[in-house]
Nanobody, 129 residues
Framework: QVQLVESGGGLVQPGDSLKLSCAASRFARDYYAIGWFRQAPGKERERVSCLSSRDASPYYADSVKGRFTISRDNAQNTVYLQMNSLKPEDTAVYYC??????????????????????WGQGTQVTVSS
């Protein structure tokens, strides 16, 4: 129902910035939550940020709060993740995903495995000196 394509990853030095993009085949603002997740080799997939029209404000993981900003451009059917002050521990494959708003819950309460049903292919972010 929804196809997602990430872009914008790359190799940067600590302290640099990157802006990731997630282009959607369709944008149903009132019916989908959109989230950014990341996964490093050998680690669990981590929820980074998400937003929903039902939430008063976006969600950010403590590890990225104050450095990352999520936003959405409805006209372009695109969700962005602005990443500032990047650290080596931010190195991972970053994915965007969509969850249908089928229950009353914040975007960060939707289960990553069973409720975020639509995923992009991922984009690699590497932060290294």
């Amino acid at each position: 129902q929804v196809q997602l394509v990430e872009s914008g990853g790359g190799l940067v030095q600590p302290g640099d910035s990157l802006k990731l993009s997630c282009a959607a085949s369709r944008f149903a603002r009132d019916y989908y939550a959109i989230g950014w997740f990341r996964q490093a080799p050998g680690k669990e997939r981590e929820r980074v940020s998400c937003l929903s029209s039902r939430d008063a404000s976006p969600y950010y993981a403590d590890s990225v709060k104050g450095r990352f900003t999520i936003s959405r451009d409805n006209a372009q059917n695109t969700v962005y993740l602005q990443m500032n002050s990047l650290k080596p521990e931010d190195t991972a494959v970053y994915y965007c995903a969509a969850a249908q708003l089928l229950r009353e819950a914040r975007c960060n309460d939707y289960d990553v495995r069973y409720e975020y049903d639509y995923w992009g292919q991922g984009t690699q972010v590497t932060v290294s000196s």
